[in-house]
């Protein structure tokens, strides 16, 4: 089992930035992959970027340029960077685990608002 904190969601005006947290406990040697997922009222919940267990990323097309994930491997920890955020960033962050099992984790999501 594997448990996922997130943190770091709230409310910026466009142009802004925030950064996300996502804390990983409980069997952490099984997870190959980290990743963020958002979800927008109305929409599927999408990929925004991954993390392998050998440093790969991945993003999607629409954040490209403008967010970053990175981890830190003693803290067990993944971030997302997200600048120069727009409204249509506006979602339900969900951090998520993949492990060589083929399980997946999800965190319990955190609001981001970008409002002016």
């Known amino acids: 089992q594997v448990q996922l904190v997130e943190s770091g969601g709230g409310l910026v005006q466009p142009g802004g930035s925030l950064r996300l947290s996502c804390a990983a406990s409980g069997s952490i040697f099984s997870i190959y992959r980290r990743g963020w997922y958002r979800q927008a009222p109305g929409k599927q919940r999408e990929l925004v970027a991954s993390?392998?267990?050998?440093?790969?990323?991945n993003y999607a097309d629409s954040v490209k340029g403008r967010f970053t994930i990175s981890r830190d491997n003693a803290k067990n920890t993944v971030y997302l960077q997200m600048n120069s955020l727009e409204p249509e960033d506006t979602a339900v962050y969900y951090c998520?685990?993949?492990?060589?099992?083929?399980?997946?984790?999800w965190g319990q999501g955190t609001q981001v608002t970008v409002s002016s």
């Open positions: 993390i392998t267990r050998g440093g790969s990323t």
């Open positions: 998520n685990a993949a492990t060589w099992g083929r399980d997946e984790y």
